[in-house]
């Protein structure tokens, strides 16, 4: 009487071979997914973090002075990030500008974002005087 093997046999470590690389396949295309998607979300954070850096600079800029603003291209670096600032400043009335800075990331030209800040002079004077 013959007695049964112990082990596997090529065939059954084929399939498991087979099952395996087809597991790591997915597993290795989910990664890069994973790590394209993070490094867009790193860019977009820090885009937004210059743009609200850009706003606030503009908000607090003295009204008079804000005509005399360089609106040239520049480029400057925060960190690891780097960026094209494009800003255009618009009289809109007597006492009334409008301006626009837009961020071009050096990285990514494709992901620029914009915001528009509305400046106006504030009123002279109480405001509960009337004949003042």
């Known amino acids: 009487m013959m007695k049964a093997r112990e082990g596997f046999s090529l065939i059954e470590t084929m ?4 099952m395996f690389a087809v597991i790591m396949l997915g597993m290795a ?23 609200q850096l850009e706003e606030n600079k503009m908000g607090a800029v003295p009204f008079a002075s804000l005509k005399m603003w ?13 960026y094209t ?10 006492n009334r500008y409008t301006v626009k800075v837009v ?8 992901k620029k974002d914009s915001v528009i800040i509305e400046r106006s002079l504030a009123p002279s004077g109480s405001p509960l005087c009337v004949g003042c």
Do not use: C
């Open 15 to 18: 399939v498991a071979m087979t």
């Open 29 to 51: 295309k989910m990664s890069a997914a994973v790590a394209v998607r993070g490094r867009t979300n790193d860019v977009v954070a820090k885009r937004i973090a210059v743009l």
């Open 70 to 82: 360089p609106t040239t291209d520049r480029t400057f670096t925060h960190g690891t990030f780097s």
């Open 85 to 94: 600032r494009k800003m255009t400043i618009i009289a809109t009335g007597m």
């Open 103 to 110: 961020i071009v990331p050096t990285v990514d030209p494709s």
